[in-house]
């Protein structure tokens, strides 16, 4: 992260000769992404986590606190970055006639960590920036005012201890989105997870009962089969509300939900997604599974079947002779079924799309594709089923319930259907 030394001395320049116009972009929560794709490559970005929450999305998670941030407060990013979740919090502050007096009062409520200490650095000068850009009369040398900040600091998040958080009331975050090592110990996964889930997870663990919590975390979270452990042990442990958000930024193509609420054990359910209201769906009608066969793995052996995978099935037609074949040696499926490409994007005009394959022999279908197979065995069911993946109400539902690049089997069990479509 050192070139962002580049930009911090810049940063220490402008608080020696104060321009207004430069200081309000220094504060500018959504500039400060640009200035990082100008310093770092997307691979260096994505490598450290480095994706800062624009002002909007910000102003939001910190609203979102249940009790106000006042001076009372001890208000904590564990993965503070350039600080602009605090600059945020920040506002939600008053401040003195001075700078130092302003400092030394945001000082104790302000608590940021980060292993980068130009992050650090940058957390500092920004909220050093914002107090003069609030009309503050700057009273002190720059690096008095540092010292007004003790409690933004080089920190590994993951290795804080609780007796270290307990004054903490208020814990805003938007952790790296990397995929890290699980730490396995009392954990809801093994292998690789994403970092955000396991941060989460650990402030949960080491946070005082009734802490506020504020924080922007990956869809996949949310909507993933691989966390529903991760969503029931918040559940547990949050008495929260989950709002989808939908993508990070427009350069940023990950999407995301704000969890907000406060830490306490409990047995209400977070709502991860809208419930189900009385509606049946299309798990009562159908079986629905994966294909059953993995190109790079299976060996073109045994029996040759009519062979389907997303290349091949043009979306919304209907499939009434061979095109293709495979030999397979795994399960072939029985027609008539319809097939829905599992790679699928909340910017996709149509979430599922789907193809009815109606001949009289097995086929072999390829696991890129979600296979739904009419209980009834009947060919309208199957057309019925191809009316309701093309309605807006589908797309809705899976919009709102998974904004991730693809869709689980899970999901499409519950999409609302009924036969008198
Ligand atoms: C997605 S950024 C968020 C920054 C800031 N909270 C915001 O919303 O603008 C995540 C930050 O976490 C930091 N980070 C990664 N691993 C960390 C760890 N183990 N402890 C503390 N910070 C970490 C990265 O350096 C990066 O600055």
């Known amino acids: 992260m050192s070139p962002l030394f580049t930009h911090n001395a810049a940063m220490r320049d402008i608080f020696l000769s104060p321009n207004e ?47 106000p941030i006042t001076f009372s407060s001890v208000v904590l990013d564990p993965t503070c970055g350039a600080g602009n979740l605090l600059i945020e ?44 850009n609030r009309g503050v009369k700057q009273d002190c040398e720059l690096e008095d005012a540092f010292r007004l900040l003790p409690n933004i600091k080089v920190q590994d998040a993951l290795v804080v ?58 869809d996949v979270l949310r909507s993933g089969s691989r966390y529903q452990a991760f969503r029931e042990f918040v559940s547990g442990s949050m008495i929260a509300t989950a709002e989808v958000w ?56 045994g029996t040759e079947y009519p062979y389907f995978y997303p290349k091949n099935c043009p979306q919304w037609e ?41 001949l009289r022999e097995p086929v072999a279908i390829e696991n890129h594709m979600i296979v739904v197979k009419p209980k009834d065995g009947k060919i309208n069911t199957c057309k019925r089923l191809i009316r309701t993946l093309q309605c807006q109400q589908t797309n809705d539902f899976l919009n709102e319930r998974i904004r991730l690049r693809h869709l689980t089997v899970g999901v499409i069990k519950d999409i609302p259907y009924s036969e008198e479509r």
């Open 161 to 218: 201890g609780k007796e270290k958080l307990e004054t903490v009331t208020h814990v805003v975050m938007n952790p790296p989105f990397t995929i890290w090592t699980s730490p396995k110990e009392n954990y809801w996964k093994d292998g690789k997870v994403n970092a955000a889930g396991i941060i989460f997870d650990k402030y949960l663990r080491i946070l005082q009962e009734g802490c506020n919590i504020s924080a922007v975390l990956p």
């Open 318 to 358: 209907v499939i009434s002779s061979v095109t293709e074949t495979r030999k397979f040696l795994g399960k072939a499926l029985k027609p008539p079924l319809v097939v829905i490409k599992r790679t699928s994007s909340p910017s996709d005009k149509v979430r599922a799309s789907a193809t009815f394959i109606n």
């Open 89 to 132: 919090a920040s506002r939600k502050l008053g401040v003195e006639a001075t700078l130092s007096a302003t400092l030394r009062a945001w000082g104790s409520v302000l608590w940021g960590f980060d292993i980068h200490i130009h992050f650090i650095e940058a957390t500092k000068l920004r909220l050093i920036i914002e107090a003069l």
């Open 246 to 301: 939908g993508r990070f930024n427009n350069k940023t193509d990950v999407d995301v939900f704000l969890l907000s609420g406060l830490l306490e054990s409990n047995i209400a359910e977070i709502q991860w997604y809208k419930p189900k209201i009385n509606t049946s769906s299309i798990a009562d009608f159908f079986d629905v599974r994966t294909g059953p066969l993995v190109a790079y793995r299976d060996p073109k052996e």
């Open 21 to 67: 116009k430069q200081l309000r972009q220094l504060v500018d929560l959504d500039n400060i992404d640009s200035i990082l794709r100008k310093l770092f490559t997307i691979e260096e970005m994505r490598e450290a986590g480095s994706f800062f929450t624009g002002q909007k999305l910000a102003s939001k998670t910190v609203s979102a606190f249940r009790t």
